[in-house]
């Protein structure tokens, strides 16, 4: 179980068929089949390749790294399970009605993470 404040590890992930990817940049891409996941990694690592060029601190793509893994170990697990998300936030944008699913922590819970 992933309690706050404690980071995914590999084995809070259970994989439907496809292996976990490995935990770099590489890797993390190759694994979002979602249009939309990959557009937004591209736009994420260039702004935070930017941020570490000025800022000459890693810790920013470090962060970046674990968020895109998280999602990219998602996607192992469940490849067609994002695209409703995107189509929902798109439904949003647009200032459409959305339907409301069910709220985060309840899905977290019943995912066994502890918030």
Do not use: Y
């Not at 736009?43 to 470090?62: C, F, I, M, Q, T």
């Not at 998300?85 to 009605?97: D, F, N, S, T």
């Amino acid at each position: 179980m992933i309690s706050q404040g404690m980071a995914a590890r590999p084995q809070d992930f259970v994989s439907v068929g496809a292996p976990l990817p490995e935990k770099n940049l590489r890797a993390i891409r190759a694994a979002l089949v979602v249009p939309e996941d990959r557009k937004a990694f591209d736009a994420g690592l260039k702004a935070v390749l930017d941020e570490v060029r000025v800022s000459r601190d890693l810790g920013a793509l470090n962060a970046f790294v674990h968020r895109w893994w998280i999602s990219a170990c998602d996607t192992a697990k469940d490849p067609e399970g994002r695209r409703p998300m995107h189509v929902r936030a798109q439904q949003a944008l647009a200032g459409e009605p959305v339907p409301q699913g069910r709220p985060w922590r309840e899905i977290l819970t019943a995912r066994g993470i502890d918030v």
